[in-house]
């Protein structure tokens, strides 16, 4: 059985990207690595791409409504991903591609984030993206919380506005 890669794991590296920006291509490449995604073609202009790619990425984070949010996700599916088709070009089994044959690596990372991003939002819920509610932070996260009410990007930043709150008090 082949494990769907358009899941979780785009949308957890897309966050991971948004908050921590890579280096350099290399760092770019490493980190993909690190989230179990094969890169087979890289180029120069890869490392400016993604970057653009993670920021048109945040305009869906950021959207002010869900309507907004779907619209402008859709905008950049439309742009990104090609027809599906069944594929088991690395002998590992049959699979779904949304993207063509040959991808580089900011076309791979594009369809991977955005068709993540979609399943993501249309499987757990449309509000399951968002920025960190702790007054001092703007990081991104994707709540794959069982309950779905996740409102900072980490504990840490939770438990720093518990102490906020109940000093206020």
Known sequence: MHINPYGEGPVLLAVDLANDPPADLEDLVRRCDAHDILVETVRPEDFAGCRDLIAAWLTVVDADDVAARVARLNDLLAEHASHPRVTDHAGTGWHIHYRESGATLTGLLAVLILTG?????????????GRC???DCRAVFADVSRNGRQRYCSPRCGSREAVRRHRAS
């Open 117 to 129: 991003t979609a399943l993501h939002l249309t499987t757990r819920g449309m509000t399951r993206l």
């Open 133 to 135: 509610a702790s007054s």
